[in-house]
């Protein structure tokens, strides 16, 4: 085989359409001589064919040659090399022509790579290429800025050459052929040009040079872009304007090197937010917000957005940093953890600030984002977090800081599982249990269960029984304080979507009201009539006094439209509660009527069905039972509601309406006919069309009900 190629390189017309078969040809020929033995007189033939053809003037064919000579270099006499090497390096330094130049240093990078850096020093390939680089001739440093293509292998002596390197296709080939460890010894030294006071033509190539690295390999380019993208930054507001371009440009450079179709599309916003620091980020962060991702995040994409969402953090507007949050938060779940990592440090402290934040939705939001970044990266990220939370969490500077280190403090146990959160809960509860603490240090734990609600509703049954367990003893040793703190959030608890939560902030609930009455709610409250109760006018007492008359009648009224709910262990256990606490059904009710109605109303207008359901049953429930008894008292609060502004609360009298109406004999309706006439009359005319709406089925049930009176 080798006596046919070698006469077809020998015989076949030097003509472009020829190319790609000599290359061919070529790789063949090489390929096939690296398995001979050196002392096989065939591996010096070879190499001269190869040799010969190495001035063709085709960039594939000369790349070609370099492959095949590199496994041949080691295998030739060591004579035949140290002739061979100097001619290249001589033509290389000649007036040559530039297809022959540029053959020998393809010829001399296969050599190189073949035999290794010894080959380096014994040629003395370094000492000429240097002299090379201070020659005033063009063609001499032209052509030895080609040389650094000899591979990867050369770190030390790129090392050399790098401050030479200006031309792009140099810059390009050296970056492509870097491994970790070439990064991080070339990476320093541009960073220092950038960072020091150099002149500014040297800055400029510095710059240039790290725009080059987008030509990595993508597991280099996502350890150095977190170091390459904040030096940009720093040089966009260079007083040099050639500076600032090649910054402006080298930013550009990266966004070429996006491969996700989402992000390609908001390049150009990112890098117009990030080229001018007082332009509006409010427009980046939204769309970034509300892109939908189907593609993975990768190192290039976040090394323009994570410098947005940095800049954002440290912004005034609160809806920008609460929208950076959530944009943080959802990352961990569309990119890879170590190209996140690089940046933690630097989005930490912004990520603390807010955390600290007087608003409460920007807390909560960056506290969710800490869970995430927890979830994603894993506990290493928590070594300084983690102290962080629990010094600020027992600090005595204000209650804003502690409830927002507590609440990110919840965040991050949880992501850290339920083995971390069991095994250290029961050093909270010893310490927050010791009668020599300090009350900031007190209130600062306490706060930490005010977050439980989200734990309460978690999917695995041991984490909800210890965070049930938790809620549980915080009331039992701080029920005055769990009053202030824990009793808003079971508020919220008591209506979530969610019915776990709704049940277990039902039973801590119930656990805080057994408390403050002194009663037990352990035994049966199983009766013949689901009204009958065991509460006594005592206990009534206490918890009114504990809680006050508002919070109490909003309290209890929650807890009866609970027992309307549709999940069965959740109108159980309202149950059970209501009757241990009130000791007098209807008499409460009354007193609860203005605080019910609203809550009822506000429900009723609810855009969840679930929360509709529950509003109707809830009030059908109480006309049932109490009949004419509570109609006079109830229809003026609906009337009373078609006066706000709000739509949705309009739309909730009107359901209202249908739920009276539906649950009312036809008698009632035609005693209360009047009353009931004018709402819905106000109703059919409203501006909403959702109102008007509703207000047409109240008034069939109306007309169905009394007939031609209802016109």
Not at 329 to 348: A, C, M, N, Q, V
Not at 349 to 357: F, N, Q, V
Not at 544 to 557: D, F, I, K, S
């Amino acid at each position: 085989m080798l006596p046919i190629l070698e006469g077809f390189l020998s015989k076949a017309p030097n003509v472009a359409e020829l190319d790609m078969v000599r290359q061919s040809v070529v790789i063949l020929l090489g390929s096939l001589a690296k398995y001979l033995t050196p002392e096989d007189q065939r591996v010096g033939a070879i190499f001269s064919r190869l040799m010969a053809i190495i001035n063709f003037p085709a960039d594939v064919v000369q790349t070609a040659v370099e492959d095949c000579l590199a496994p041949l270099a080691p295998k030739l006499p060591p004579d035949q090399l140290e002739k061979v090497c100097p001619r290249l390096l001589s033509t290389l330094m000649s007036n040559s022509g530039y297809a022959e130049r540029r053959g020998a240093a393809y010829a001399l990078a296969g050599i190189v790579r073949g035999c290794g850096l010894v080959a380096l020093k014994q040629y003395s390939i370094v000492d000429k290429l240097m002299a090379g680089l201070s020659d005033k001739s063009p063609k001499h440093r032209e052509i030895v800025s080609d040389s650094p293509k000899e591979g990867g292998k050369k770190k030390l002596k790129v090392l050399l050459l790098i401050n030479y390197v200006a031309a792009a296709v140099t810059s390009q080939a050296v970056m492509s052929k870097l491994s970790a460890h070439g990064i991080k010894l070339i990476l320093p030294i541009l960073l220092k040009v950038i960072d020091e006071d150099s002149a500014w033509r040297t800055k400029c190539q510095a710059v240039n040079v790290l725009a080059t690295m987008t030509n990595c390999a993508p597991k280099q380019l996502s350890s150095c872009l977190p170091q390459i993208v904040p030096r940009l930054l720093a040089v966009l507001v260079d007083s040099q304007e050639s500076v600032k371009k090649a910054g402006a440009n080298a930013l550009a450079k990266i966004g070429t090197v996006i491969r996700n179709p989402e992000v390609q599309a908001l390049v150009p916003h990112l890098i117009a937010t990030l080229q001018d620091s007082l332009a509006d980020k409010m427009t980046c962060l939204l769309m970034l917000r509300d892109t939908c991702f189907t593609h993975i995040i990768d190192a290039a994409c976040l090394a323009l957005i994570m410098p947005v969402l940095q800049r954002a953090f440290d912004d005034r507007s609160t809806d920008i940093r609460k929208i950076a949050a959530q944009i943080f938060g959802t990352l961990y779940s569309l990119s890879r953890k170590e190209d996140l990592e690089p940046y933690i440090p630097r989005i930490l402290p912004g990520l603390r600030s807010c955390l600290l934040d007087p608003v409460p939705e920007v807390r909560s939001v960056t506290a969710r984002a800490l869970g995430a970044m927890v979830r994603g990266v894993g506990e290493s990220c928590s070594k300084e977090l983690l102290p962080w939370l629990m010094s600020t969490l027992t600090s005595d500077q204000s209650s804003v800081d502690r409830s927002g280190a507590a609440q990110g403090l919840a965040e991050v146990l949880g992501a850290m599982g339920v083995q971390r959160l069991q095994s250290i809960l029961p050093e909270f509860i010893k310490t927050a249990e010791a009668t020599n603490i300090q009350p900031f240090v007190r209130d600062g734990y306490l706060m930490l269960f005010v977050y439980l609600p989200e734990a309460l509703a978690d999917e695995c049954e041991y984490l909800r029984d210890t965070a049930l367990h938790a809620g549980q003893r915080i009331i039992d040793l701080f029920s005055e304080e769990a009053v202030e703190l824990l009793l808003p959030e079971l508020e919220v608890g008591l209506t979530d979507a969610d019915w776990r939560i709704r049940h277990s902030s039902l039973q801590l609930t119930g656990d805080l009201l057994y408390k403050l009455a002194g009663a037990s709610g352990k035994g049966t409250t199983t009766t013949a009539d689901e009204d009958d109760t065991f509460g006594t006018n005592m206990a009534s007492r206490r918890i009114q006094e504990a809680l006050g008359t508002e919070r109490r009648n909003r309290v209890l009224a929650r807890l009866h439209i609970a027992r309307s709910d549709p999940t069965y262990v959740v109108r159980q256990a309202a149950s059970h509660i209501w009757k241990i606490v009130v000791d007098n059904t209807p008499r409460t009710l009354r007193e609860l009527m203005p605080t019910l109605i609203q809550l009822l109303i506000s429900s009723l207008g609810s855009p969840i069905r679930e929360q509709q359901q529950v509003a109707g049953r809830a009030l059908g429930d109480l006309v049932r039972k109490l009949g004419e008894r509570v109609l006079p008292e109830i229809v003026p609060y609906l009337e009373e509601g078609l006066n706000v502004e709000d739509g949705d609360r309009r739309r909730g009298v009107c359901n209202g309406l249908i739920e009276i109406m539906r649950n009312s004999v036809p008698d009632q309706i035609a005693s209360f006919a009047d009353r009931l006439t004018s709402p819905i009359r106000r109703s059919l005319c409203d501006s909403s069309p959702e109102v008007r709406k509703a207000g047409a089925r109240a008034f069939d049930l109306l007309y169905a009900a009394i007939g031609l009176r209802a016109l």
